[in-house]
C-alpha cells in the first residue's frame, strides 16, 4: 500500500476557483515537500513544511502542515491555467532518509 | 532554479543495445537518486548514492547500474536495453541538511523508448 496518499488522484477546475490537494502519511512525517510537475518533464520543488502547524506561500499556493494528522494540505486560491500540472508531495518518511512520494494529484483549469 | 543536468533529453533506441543516461549536478550535492516514472504513476526509485564510490539499490529492482567516480556525475547504464525498459527516468540530487530538511532537486528527465 501507498506509504503517502494524495487526494483527490485529479480534479478539475475552473478558472479563478480555488483547489486542495491532500496529502496524509502512514508513518510519522519528518518533513513534507511538494512538487510540480509537467507531463514528461522533471519535477520542480515549490515548498518545504517540517513542523506541525507550518504554513507557507508562494504567491498564490498555500501549504499547510498538520503533524498530529501526518497530513499536508496545498490550497490554491484563485486558479490560473499556470497552475495546470501534476502536484506531487515528498516526505522523509522512512528509517533510512529516503524520501516516499505519492501518486500525483493531476489538475486540469479550464478556462 | 536547481542545477541539474539530463542527456539525452529523448532517446529511441533498438533491443539488446547498451545505453548511458547521464545526470550531472553543479551545486556539489553528495546525494543523488534516479528514479523510474510511467506516465500518470508514482516515481519508484531504482538507485542512489550517498557519496564518491556510494551506489546502492532502490526499491524497485532494476537491470540498470549506476557509477558514482566523481560528486557531481552520477550516470545509469543499461547493458541491453528492453522494450520493458521504455519509462521516463528522472536524476535528482541533494544537499543533507536534516531530516525533513533536504528537498530533491530534480532534472528534466530523459523519456526512453525501446523498440
Known amino acids: 500500500s501507498q506509504e503517502l496518499e494524495q487526494s483527490p488522484q485529479s480534479l478539475i477546475v475552473q478558472e479563478g476557483k480555488n483547489l486542495t490537494i491532500n496529502c496524509t502519511s502512514s508513518k510519522t512525517l519528518y518533513g513534507l515537500y511538494w512538487y510540480k510537475q509537467k507531463y514528461g518533464e522533471g519535477l520542480i520543488f515549490l515548498m518545504m513544511?517540517?513542523?506541525?502547524?507550518e504554513e507557507k506561500s508562494h504567491e498564490k499556493i498555500t501549504a499547510k502542515l498538520d503533524e498530529k494528522k501526518q497530513q499536508s494540505s496545498l490550497h490554491i486560491t484563485a486558479s490560473q491555467p499556470s497552475h495546470a500540472g501534476i502536484y506531487l508531495c515528498?516526505?522523509?518518511?522512512?528509517?533510512?532518509?529516503?524520501?516516499?512520494f505519492g501518486a500525483g494529484t493531476t489538475v486540469t483549469v479550464r478556462a | 532554479e536547481a542545477d541539474i543536468y539530463q542527456t539525452p533529453r529523448y532517446l529511441v533506441i533498438g533491443t539488446g543495445k547498451k545505453i548511458t543516461l547521464e545526470c550531472s549536478q553543479t551545486?556539489?550535492?553528495?546525494?543523488m537518486y534516479w528514479y523510474q516514472q510511467d506516465p500518470g504513476m508514482e516515481l519508484h526509485l531504482i538507485h542512489y548514492?550517498?557519496?564518491?564510490?556510494?551506489?546502492e539499490k532502490g526499491d524497485l529492482s532494476s537491470e540498470s547500474t549506476v557509477s558514482r567516480i566523481r560528486t557531481e556525475h552520477f550516470p545509469l547504464t543499461l547493458e541491453s536495453a528492453r522494450p520493458s525498459h521504455t519509462s521516463q527516468y528522472l536524476c535528482?540530487?541533494?544537499?543533507?541538511?536534516?531530516?525533513?530538511?533536504?528537498?530533491?532537486?530534480f532534472g528534466n528527465g530523459t523519456r526512453l523508448t525501446v523498440t
Open positions: 535528482a540530487s541533494s544537499e543533507y541538511r536534516g531530516r525533513g530538511n533536504s528537498p530533491l532537486h
Open positions: 515528498g516526505a522523509d518518511i522512512s528509517s533510512d532518509y529516503k524520501l516516499s
Open positions: 551545486m556539489g550535492h553528495d546525494k
Open positions: 513544511l517540517q513542523k506541525g502547524g
Open positions: 548514492s550517498y557519496g564518491v564510490n556510494s551506489t
